[in-house]
């Protein structure tokens, strides 16, 4: 089994609907997680950035924390076929050597007219 | 792009060369990365540098070897190419301003490698 499991979609959603993209992870020492999205053929573009539980938003994007659950979500509201990418959730454990992210497989949205 | 420059771009290479790759920062990040992408398994971490001349293994580091020579620069060489090391290779970088703490973590937009 994965560390990091990730559905990976694809998704196919309506413009202005609310996505909702999901993470679930089985080591318990993860503390930081992060969600990236990637466009086709580009390098992973840093979204949200969260320590521990709870939730963070940034404009139309909603991280949410559930360390009980192992699991975290990354919410879209009023979804643009701009973001139509591929999303990819990663996580790290509390440490003094930098960041090792473990990555989800990533979901693939799109974002239809 | 956060400072972050990849090179080459695209390289296509014969089974038993070696290849090194680039990866260049301008934002004296203390640690570096290198992840490789494939269909099925997302990313996953090569090997690391922590500072200069201080480098360790990842998950996915045989075949591979890392040399960090410059805070700047972080060489992957791959000492004989082979078609199961064609991917997508990512640099990464983290710990602005010296931090050691987890900090995010910004990527380079990759060099697709095809080992034929």
């Known amino acids: 089994q994965k560390e990091v499991e990730q559905d990976p979609g694809p998704l196919s959603v309506p413009e202005g609907a609310i996505v909702s993209l999901n993470c679930t992870y089985s080591?318990?020492?993860?503390?930081?997680f992060m969600w990236y999205r990637q466009y086709s053929r580009k390098g992973p573009e840093l979204l949200m950035y969260t320590y521990s539980s709870g939730n963070k938003e940034d404009g139309r994007f909603t991280a949410q924390v559930d360390k009980s659950s192992k699991y975290i979500s990354l919410f879209i509201r009023d979804s643009q076929p701009s973001d139509s990418a591929t999303y990819l959730c990663?996580?790290?454990?509390?440490?003094?050597?930098?960041?090792?992210?473990?990555f989800g497989t990533g979901t693939q949205l799109k974002v239809e007219l | 792009d956060a400072g972050i420059t990849q090179s080459p771009r695209h390289k296509v290479t014969e089974t038993g060369t070696p290849v090194t790759l680039r990866c260049h920062q301008t934002e004296n990040h203390r640690y570096m990365y290198w992840y490789r992408q494939d269909p099925g398994h997302g990313l996953r971490l090569i090997h690391y540098?922590?500072?200069?001349?201080?480098?360790d293994k990842g998950e996915v580091s045989d075949g591979y070897s890392v040399s960090r020579s410059k805070t700047e620069d972080f060489l992957l060489t791959l000492e004989s190419a082979t078609s199961s090391q064609t991917s997508v290779y990512f640099c990464?970088?983290?710990?602005?301003?010296?931090?050691?703490?987890?900090?995010?973590?910004?990527f380079g937009q990759g060099t697709r490698l095809t080992v034929v």
């Open positions: 990464a970088i983290s710990g602005r301003d010296g931090k050691s703490m987890n900090t995010e973590a910004f």
């Open positions: 990663a996580m790290s454990p509390l440490t003094g050597g930098g960041n090792k992210l473990t």
């Open positions: 540098s922590y500072g200069v001349k201080d480098t």
């Open positions: 080591n318990s020492a993860f503390q930081y």
